[in-house]
């Protein structure tokens, strides 16, 4: 079946400190991926759309500048938090979706990663 | 603007009983409808989806949903619920119209007890 992977599964770091994470399509290629955000007991926030090849686009109210993104090849994309503070701290989930697929294809998501900013 | 409902934050049920978690969804459109399961700390796994064609969709681990055209609606259900199946469980929808944006639902957590 389709995997995607999450690195890493964990990360802490000091508030002020950028962080990158990596999203990975491990037996398909995906021209698009995604990024969510989710808090506890909540559901997932869409933050961006990752397009291989191009800009990212960015849901209303996330900043681009903040959460930066970068789909370099088909099977990978990553997001990175720039200037981190612990109202950064969250789950970041990735999904991506099979680039020979239909439309009407699911979305296969990451395992997540859990970022805390101290 | 696509939305999904999901009514119950949590949904207790006795391992042996049926279970149903509810799903109401709003598109201006024909929807792709998906159920998603997370298990603590981990991602989402798919559970099953309806595209088109028969309206009850049965998907991984025993559990099928109907999709109902004139209530908007997409539960989910499962004939005879395990401890095994307690999670938190999430309704999508996506709009066939266009784009890839999918829009869930607030999660239910199920709880299967002894």
Known sequence: GAVV??????VICKSGTSVKIECRSLDFQ??????????PKKSLMLMATSNEGSKATY??????DKFLINHASLTL??????SAHPEDSSFYICSARDRLAGLDNEQFFGPGTRLTVL | AQSVAQPEDQVNVAEGNPLTVKCTYSV????????????????????LKYITGDNLVKGSYGFEAEFNKSQTSFHLK?????VSDSALYFCAVRDRGGGN???????TQLKVEL
């Open chain 2, 28 to 47: 201006s459109g024909n929807p792709y409808l998906f159920w998603y399961v997370q298990y603590p700390n981990r991602g989402l796994q798919f559970l």
């Open chain 2, 78 to 82: 499962k004939p005879s619920a395990l």
């Open chain 1, 5 to 10: 992977s999450q690195h890493p599964s964990r």
């Open chain 1, 77 to 82: 994309s990553t997001l990175t938090v720039t």
């Open chain 1, 59 to 64: 849901e209303q109210g996330v900043e681009k």
């Open chain 2, 101 to 107: 944006k999918l829009t869930f639902g607030t999660g």
């Open chain 1, 30 to 39: 995906a021209t698009t991926m995604f990024w969510y955000r989710q808090f």
